[in-house]
């Protein structure tokens, strides 16, 4: 199957060492490995808090400014420590469903800061053990277990790129058909496979 518009991600998880980032994405350019985006993991509870990443993307910004950006996974707890943590961040952002709505708030404004950054992907955010026999041992999606409701911070994760939704929002005038790409550019009609949304829905499309 051919993906003509599909885009390479090479994914790192060094953010606490700009350095090493730097090295290793000159040398995917040495070697000539061809790729559109540079992926970043970042974890609060594992990489500190939020200077780290500002470090990370000043260095990325600045070194690779031909790259787009994505935080292709992030996360945090909505109620108790995720296991392994190493840092301690609950002064800042509480594991309560407040604190992780807080901490997506402050995260995407980071990231509003720099327009290299166009993606914001959160690990496992579905995983909702509630009513089921799953232990609940993962603390950090956007669904409470005990409750089986969504959190505060799903929400206000889709306030990253706004701008684009809102245009389409607006420009979903009723009877007339409109397509948009999922960066939010509007397009006459998809000519490839892929999602797209149409009138302001999410929409699968198969193209013979």
């Known amino acids: 199957m051919r993906c003509p518009d599909a885009k390479i991600i090479l994914h790192t998880e060094r953010v606490q060492q700009p350095d090493v980032l730097e090295n290793f994405y000159n040398r995917m350019a040495r070697y000539n490995v061809p790729y559109e985006i540079i992926g970043l993991s970042y974890y609060p509870y594992f990489h500190g808090n939020l200077n780290v990443l500002d470090k990370a993307l000043q260095t990325l910004t600045q070194k690779f400014p031909d790259k787009n950006i994505m935080i292709v996974e992030t996360g945090y707890s909505y109620k108790w420590e995720v296991p392994g943590t190493t840092v301690n961040n609950t002064s800042t952002w509480p594991y309560t469903e407040a604190g992780q709505a807080k901490f997506v708030r402050d995260l995407v404004a980071e990231l509003d800061k720099y327009s290299q950054v166009d993606g914001l992907f959160w690990w496992w955010m579905e995983y909702n053990a509630f009513g089921t026999s799953l232990s609940g041992w993962y603390n950090a999606p956007l669904f409470d277990s005990t409750t089986g409701k969504a959190t505060e911070a799903l929400k206000e994760l889709c306030s990253f790129g706004t701008s684009a939704v809102g245009e389409i929002e607006a420009d979903n ?36």
């Open 173 to 208: 005038t009723a009877g007339i058909d409109r397509w948009y790409n999922l960066q939010g550019i509007r397009i006459d009609k998809p000519k490839t496979s892929g999602i797209y949304i149409r009138n302001g829905r999410k929409t699968y499309v198969r193209v013979q």
